[in-house]
């Protein structure tokens, strides 16, 4: 038996997408900035695709921009939203995926800002009024705070975060990519300058994604090279990657209702199964379904003497899962949100993520081979 329950890594391509990307391929080959019939056709898929996207975020088309993946969105938004609007100082927490926290940290070590980490609880939750106090000291910030962690789940109120930074004239980020596809985004409403997507985790291919741009906020190209994606980003777009990240968002949006019940049921019921098969199981993160996400959960495990080799142990059972050891182990120096949020580095971490495709039967295998792991290095 495989199980696959590493979804916040990334997710199975879902077959309506494949079908739409393949078409696409086999169909249009032109290139959209050819000024032929050929390419003219390619150009209407890709604007059609940004169309579809902009639609289910509530924003304009022209300000969606499709990037290579969420990592170069977030880099785009950061390096050009601090240096083009010339903010010397940003705000950010230690939890941030490290497409976030490396670029701020390289930003601060070559002179171009002085950077602020928020203080988080033992759940993973950003103090919001440390943050106001910031802004408060340093008006015209850039901030840059994700929508929920890809590791523990815990969801940061981005709308609350972004009415202060509005307050305060700061320009708010968020990396939006765990939450996108399976929340509502109305970005309109949010009144957000940069929020960023990737394909792969929303069950769209591999080596797409977007970045929203508020009108309001101009920025330079990130990439130069041509004058593809309304001169924001050089280089020839990835047709069948963006036609594949729209179908996909398109399905989400359409499914995300069952979806979120689905899957939440899920992880309430794997929640439940630890706790009754496995003696002192805890959680990493806020567990409570309003304030986590409902695709992730992180647990840590008992069995200390072989923090090592339990993910080893799960693989080799046919099970797919990330660590999320806060200790170090060889060329591995474990998990910087585990460490921001004091897990017990003594103890072995395992986070597991849900799709739609995921079963009840397929947790009840994994919690009887955990238990049996558990049990045999009791």
């Known amino acids: 038996m495989h199980i696959y329950m590493d979804n916040a890594a990334t997710t199975p ?16 080959y032109g290139n959209p900035s050819s000024i032929h019939a050929h390419g003219r056709q390619v150009k209407t898929i890709v604007e059609k695709a940004r169309k579809t996207v902009a639609g289910l975020l509530n924003v304009s088309p022209a300000e969606i921009f499709f990037t290579s993946g969420g990592t170069e969105a977030d880099n785009t938004a950061i390096v050009r939203g601090i240096i083009d609007h010339g903010i ?14 490396h670029t701020l940290e390289e930003l601060e070590k070559n ?14 939750n950003v103090d919001l009024q440390q943050l106001e106090q910031l802004l408060k000291d ?17 969801i940061t109120d981005i709308e609350y975060a972004s009415a202060l930074c509005k307050q305060y004239q700061a320009l708010f980020h968020s990396d939006t990519v765990q939450t996108m596809g399976h929340y509502i985004h109305d970005l309109n409403k949010l009144q957000i300058d940069f929020v960023t997507g ?56 359409a499914q995300m209702a069952d979806h979120q019940q689905y899957i939440q049921g899920l992880k309430d019921y794997m929640i439940t199964q630890l706790k009754t098969h496995i003696h002192d199981i805890r959680f990493n993160g806020d567990t409570t379904p309003e304030n986590s996400l409902y695709t992730v ?19 080799i059972s046919g099970i797919s899962a990330s660590g999320g050891s806060a200790c170090s182990s ?48 009791a």
């Open 13 to 28: 391509i879902d077959p309506e997408v494949i079908a739409a990307m393949v078409a696409t391929m086999e169909q249009n």
């Open 88 to 101: 010397s100082h940003a705000i950010t927490s230690p939890l941030e995926h490290h497409a976030v926290l």
């Open 111 to 124: 002179g171009t800002i002085r950077l602020s980490l928020l203080a988080v609880d033992d759940k993973g």
């Open 138 to 154: 340093n008006p015209r910030s850039f901030v840059s705070l994700m929508h929920a962690n890809n590791e523990i789940g815990t």
């Open 198 to 253: 990737a394909a792969h985790k929303f069950h769209g291919p591999k080596g797409v994604g977007f970045l929203y741009v508020n009108h309001h906020t101009k920025i330079k190209p990130f990439i130069y090279g041509g004058a593809q994606e309304r001169n924001m980003r050089g280089g020839t777009e990835n047709v069948y990657g963006i036609v594949g990240l729209a179908k996909a968002l398109e399905i989400c949006y």
């Open 297 to 315: 959960l992180n647990a840590s495990f008992p069995c200390t003497d072989m923090a090592d080799m339990l993910l080893f142990n799960l693989d």
């Open 330 to 377: 060889g060329s591995d120096i474990g998990s910087h949100v585990l460490r921001a949020i004091h897990a017990d580095t003594e103890r072995p971490c395992v986070r597991f993520s849900f799709s739609k495709n995921n079963t009840r039967e397929e947790i009840d295998f994994v919690v009887g081979k955990l238990r049996e792991i558990c049990l045999e290095k």
